[in-house]
């Protein structure tokens, strides 16, 4: 019943409270701008994430209050790095931060978690536990800030992994980071019915950063479920295997063509996906089948096979190997234009904007001929108010 508390809370508190934070983004001018790298057309509030965090975090404490759990150090540190997180993306959103500082900030939130129990579990010297949980969490959030591309994909993502986290919470009796994953899960979801395409209000560097930073903390404890050695090391990566391939596709892609890491893009798994002929809906539904499955998987092993190591390296490596061809197929799909250069073709369904494609497009490494460009797009201002244009976000 307490689960089922925290769950409905969590959900009920963001559902009323995202439309007066969207109101307040709107009256603040905390807009995302439509620009040649994003897929919306007019100016979109930001702040989601705030709602989101408020509503996760109000459903945690009470339900932890309910069943009067004391407030532990880690618990302190956890909420403590995870406010951060959230000052930290609020100023990104606002006045933009460079990557360096940015980084500084996501390593010292992830460091005061880590210090307050973050590594308790991890089956590796105490040093290199560390340094291995902060690279994951400092890693985790960047990928769910690079997953904040297209509507619906981050909050869907993070609603299904802390799901799959508070499965195997509750499978080995694990009560507190239950109530907190399931209230994150409702937290995450119920932002869907104002997120999903088309969405009205978007999740912003402060909500992608904090839901980054959550899954990552949260999947550490998963890490003490398993029985140790390799496979307690495999759990939370096989769970989270989408954002990582994200991750790794977009940083691969951007290398290979001499790219700032940093500078933005379409480019990612979602605009690749999405221009194969798919909506933002179907691309999004896509996704989270993917991201269901590796999630189902790796919590089926946790709970079932934890005394198999051999047997999960080896659904690991099958499961990685699936990924790498899904990704090797999504480098050849042409997405991003030449810096400077409005994309070639403009879809207002939602559909990610991609350059002109041929029909040989669905076969690997086939050659493509060079097609004439269209001329870019003309920004044409609707009104002064709403600014809407035909760039892409």
């Known amino acids: ?27 603040l001018r905390f807009l995302d701008y439509p620009n040649k790298n994003k897929v919306h057309l007019s100016p979109t509030p930001l702040m989601g994430g705030i709602a989101v965090a408020l509503a996760s975090l109000a459903a ?13 150090a880690r618990l302190v540190g956890f909420m403590s790095g995870g406010l951060m997180v959230i000052v930290l993306g609020l100023a990104d959103d606002a006045n933009g931060m460079r990557p360096r500082s940015k980084f500084v900030g996501q390593t010292v939130a992830a460091t005061v978690m880590l210090l307050s129990g973050g590594i308790d579990g991890i089956p590796l010297p105490a040093p290199l536990a560390f ?4 690279f994951w969490m400092v890693g985790l959030m960047n990928a769910f800030n690079f997953l904040d591309n297209m509507d619906g994909i981050t909050a869907g993502l993070a609603g299904i992994a802390t799901l799959g986290i508070f499965v195997l919470a509750v499978g080995h009796g694990h009560t507190n980071t239950a109530i907190a994953a399931i209230a994150v899960a409702g937290g995450a ?3 869907l019915w104002y997120n999903f395409a088309p969405a009205s209000i978007f999740l912003g560097d402060a909500g992608s950063l904090f839901l ?15 029985e140790g050695g390799v496979s307690a090391l495999v759990i939370p990566v096989l769970m989270l295997g989408y954002p990582i391939f994200d991750a790794v596709l977009v940083t691969t892609s ?28 179907q691309t999004a539904t896509v996704i989270y089948v993917i991201s269901g499955f590796l999630t189902a998987v790796a919590v089926y092993l946790s709970l079932f096979q934890s ?8 659904v690991a490596v099958a499961a990685a190997s699936g990924m790498a061809l899904l990704g090797i197929r999504l480098f050849h799909v042409p997405v991003a234009a030449a810096p400077g250069e409005a994309p070639a073709t403009l879809a207002r369904s939602g559909t990610a904007l991609c350059e002109p494609q041929e029909d040989d497009l669905l076969v690997l490494n086939l ?10 797009a003309e920004v044409v201002p609707v009104d002064s108010s709403s600014r809407e244009t035909v760039k892409t976000r």
């Open 307 to 314: 005394g198999r190591p051999l047997f999960i390296v080896l």
């Open 1 to 27: 019943m307490i689960f089922l508390c925290a769950f409905g809370l969590s959900l009920l508190a963001v559902l009323a409270l995202t439309p007066a934070v969207r109101s307040l983004a709107k009256r």
């Open 60 to 72: 945690s404490a009470a339900a932890l209050a309910l069943i009067r759990c004391p407030y532990s």
């Open 212 to 226: 980054g930073y959550v899954v990552g903390g949260l999947s550490l404890r998963a890490v003490a479920y398993a």
């Open 131 to 134: 340094v291995l949980a902060l």
């Open 254 to 281: 951007r290398f290979s063509e001499g790219r700032d890491l940093a500078q933005g893009g379409r480019d990612h798994s979602s605009h690749r996906i999405a221009c194969l002929g798919l909506s933002s809906k």
């Open 367 to 376: 050659p493509r001929t060079t097609r004439p460009q269209a001329p870019p």
């Open 189 to 191: 979801l119920g932002f």
